[in-house]
């Protein structure tokens, strides 16, 4: 189980406690943030103050306080609670938790919380094994999860809860807490922690908005200071040291950050697209996946409107895979800077998705045979290749009047370029042989 964080106004009675489990609340007004959800007037404040808390599911980023929200909730209304983890747990530990809840509604005539912690870990047998008791009222079900629960949580587990989206932690908050829990280690008797200049703008920048996150680091520091001295940038560095920031590979943060870099190439705008770039490299992203992204990029929103930007992305690739870092990751910088600034064009790639779409719905036409090639006598004797106009001995290499697509099709334009870059002249050259196309038929 994790051991989300929240503030308390006075420590809890085990000093042996990590810092971050001496910070839990006890009260609900002890929490800190989520107010969109906890504030007056808000929907889970008011099922609170009318008694009704329902099943949920909380979803949000590490170090939130999920779990001890949990906790908080079943205090409020004075329930049983219990807490099992998806990692560890399977059915068997379903079937324990449920049969400890029908005996505190039997013996005691009370409510049970059951907290699942990261249940988007649950197979869809698992989270099936939940709805009967949820539906009967047997227990009120919680779960916890960092990833999307409209991917991860079954549809009937889904409909039965309540999502709420969890936020993380501003800066401001980040800083009340590390404030308030420096005031709690003084009031324990702690060696008069106190901060360096500069101290705590890093811790605040290094928790990345994890409240777990922010404690565990001023824990760590605090060991390796002496009594009576300031923690000290030096100290908090080395703390640092080799650290990452959130990002979970192949998670919600993973998909939203290379969105953000997509949609900053596509909306031109080369610095939030470097931004989005460093951040995923910041959290440690594979530089070869983003390079591979950045191709998809150069053919969905460049294309042809400046071919060139392929080729670059390419170019990057390859840098990528033969040089490493940090050379491979300046050359996808560039691809991404040059893509953003690019001529924008997403003509061929609706083509595709157009063409797609017919020849999955139409029937599997013949070749028309002026189109079918004759390398035997054979075939030429069966007209294979009959009326093939070849284009570079007609006017302008273009044999006006002939058709290329089945007999059974009329001639398609899914191919509409747009007016910017180089494809202005494409469709300029397409307009001027599409017009000798008509008078060549009409011939």
């Known amino acids: 189980m994790t051991n989300d964080l929240f503030t308390t106004s006075q420590p809890a009675m085990d000093q042996h406690q990590p810092l971050a489990a001496r910070m839990r609340p006890r009260k609900l007004m002890e929490y800190l943030g989520q107010e969109h959800v906890l504030g007056k007037g808000k929907p889970l404040r008011l099922a609170l ?18 779990t001890s929200l949990a906790k908080l909730l079943a205090n409020e209304i004075k329930a049983h609670f219990l807490s099992i983890s998806a990692v560890l747990a399977g059915v ?11 005996q505190q509604r039997q013996a005691y005539q009370r409510q049970t919380i059951l ?5 988007h870990r649950f197979n869809k047998s698992q989270q099936d094994a939940f709805l009967p008791y949820v539906e009967d009222g047997t227990l009120i ?6 990833e999307n629960p409209s991917f991860e ?15 993380s ?10 404030h308030r829990a420096l005031t709690i280690e003084n009031g324990l008797g702690a060696k008069g922690l106190t901060l360096a200049e500069g101290v705590e703008a890093l811790l605040v920048a290094a928790a990345d908005g994890d409240a777990r996150r922010i404690l565990n680091l001023l824990e760590i520091s605090s060991d390796l200071t002496e009594d009576g001295e300031a923690i000290s940038l030096d100290v908090v560095s080395q703390v640092l040291t080799g650290d990452v920031r959130r990002f979970d590979k192949g998670g919600d943060l993973f998909y939203e950050q290379i969105s ?34 950045v191709v998809r990029m150069a053919s969905e929103d460049i294309g042809n409107a400046d071919p060139r930007g392929l080729q670059i992305a390419l170019n990057a690739w390859d840098v990528q895979e033969r040089l490493g870092s940090p050379e491979g990751e300046l050359a996808i910088a560039q691809a991404v800077v040059y893509l953003a600034s690019a001529a924008k064009s997403n003509a061929v790639y609706n083509a595709f998705k157009s063409v797609r779409a017919d020849v999955q719905k139409l029937p599997s036409y013949d070749v028309p045979m002026h189109l079918r090639n004759a390398p035997t006598s054979l075939m030429k004797d069966m007209d294979y290749g009959g009326g093939y106009r070849y284009a570079h001995d007609e006017p302008e290499a273009f044999a006006a009047g002939e058709k290329y697509f089945p007999d059974e099709m009329d001639t398609q334009h899914y191919y509409q370029p747009v007016e910017r870059g180089l494809e202005i002249k494409i469709a300029e050259k397409l307009q001027r042989l599409r017009r000798l196309n008509e008078a060549g038929n009409k011939e």
């Open 49 to 66: 103050e009318q008694g009704q808390v329902h099943s949920m599911i909380l979803w949000g980023p590490p170090g939130i306080g999920k």
């Open 92 to 102: 068997k530990d379903i079937r324990a938790a449920v049969t400890e809840a029908q």
């Open 115 to 119: 907290f699942v912690d990261e249940v």
């Open 141 to 146: 079900f919680v779960g916890a999860t960092t």
């Open 153 to 167: 949580v079954n549809n009937a587990l889904l409909s039965r809860c309540r999502v709420y989206v969890l936020k």
């Open 169 to 178: 932690f501003t800066e401001v908050q980040l800083s009340q807490l590390l």
């Open 260 to 293: 953000a870099l997509h949609k900053s190439v596509r909306g031109s705008d080369p610095d939030a697209a470097l931004y989005w770039f460093m951040r995923m490299l910041d959290g440690g992203c594979d530089p070869l996946y983003i390079a591979r992204r």
